[in-house]
């Protein structure tokens, strides 16, 4: 892949975090908490995908991602133990959110899960910023 592919895809990744984020905001509106936890854990996983691009890594399933995460980027420090923990969060709470019928999720549930986002891509534009790669 050439660095421009690079930049490109992580740059595509970034637009998609993005568009989960206001589908997330679409449905806290409409109070559908559940259907908004699982756009926000796909926000971050497109984050968390464009930090593994960067790096020439394309994880092959979301767990796979979790551990790329850890080993590429948690590991060396380059990103905090909070950005993994995050991601494993809402993943978490996603697959219940998805899966489990009498998984009920609050508005107060919501606003952390929010807050964690934020926190998650505010963090990997700034790391992928800095890098020059958007």
């Known amino acids: ?4 592919n690079i930049r490109s895809n992580v740059r595509e990744e970034i637009v998609r975090a993005e568009e989960c984020l206001k589908e997330a905001d679409a449905l ?4 559908f ?14 984050c968390v995908r464009a930090l593994l691009i960067g790096k020439e890594l394309e994880p092959k399933t979301h767990e796979g991602a979790l551990r790329l995460l850890g080993l590429h980027f948690v590991k060396p420090g380059i990103v905090s133990t909070q950005v993994s923990h995050i991601f494993a969060r809402l993943m978490k709470y996603r697959e219940e959110a998805d899966y489990n019928a009498s998984y009920a999720v609050t508005k107060d549930d919501y606003a952390g899960f929010k807050t964690d986002a934020g926190v998650l891509f505010a963090s ?4 992928l910023k800095k890098e020059g790669m958007i």
């Open 1 to 4: 892949m050439t660095e421009a």
């Open 28 to 31: 806290e509106r409409e109070r």
């Open 33 to 46: 908490y559940a259907g908004g936890v699982s756009r926000l854990y796909y926000a971050v996983f497109h």
């Open 124 to 127: 990997t534009k700034e790391f």
